[in-house]
């Protein structure tokens, strides 16, 4: 009998921790990489975490003749980063007079995960409305 309990937990166990969760962690009020502000955009339901720097106060962006309106720059990261990765890219075109950006991907650092294989997760990566263009849908 203790056998068979052992073997039920550890089912259970396994069971639990392989179910995937939807989950949005909670950014701290400042990145501690780049001190900047995190941010939160909602976007069909999900918070994509993101950061903006402005452009350096005694710098003109050579881009614009107008400082209430620099040219901006979206910075996207890579796998397995989120937008603290551009720390000092962010601080390079600040100094250059640019308005930068630089997001986390949704289900990448501090944006919402919702789980890979969910109905939410398909209808969100566009996936399905492409093979839907492309039957004629």
Not at 96 to 122: N, T
Request: proline share 9%; glycine share 8%.
């Amino acid at each position: 009998m203790p056998i068979l309990r052992c073997l039920l937990l550890g089912l259970a166990m396994v069971t639990l921790i392989c179910q995937v969760v939807a989950f949005t962690p909670i950014p701290p009020p400042t990145s501690p990489a780049t001190g900047l502000a995190n941010q939160i955009y909602t976007w069909r339901g999900q918070q994509i975490r993101y950061q903006c720097i402005e452009p350096a106060s005694s710098q003109k962006s050579p881009n614009s003749n107008d400082n209430d309106n620099p040219p901006c720059a979206l910075l996207v990261h890579g796998l397995f980063v989120n937008a603290d990765h551009w720390r000092k890219t962010l601080v390079g075109l600040s100094e250059q007079g640019y308005r930068a950006y630089a997001i986390d991907l949704l289900g990448c650092g501090y944006s919402s995960k919702p789980p890979r294989d969910s109905q939410e997760a398909q209808d969100l990566n566009g996936e399905k409305r492409f093979s839907q263009n492309l039957q004629g849908g």
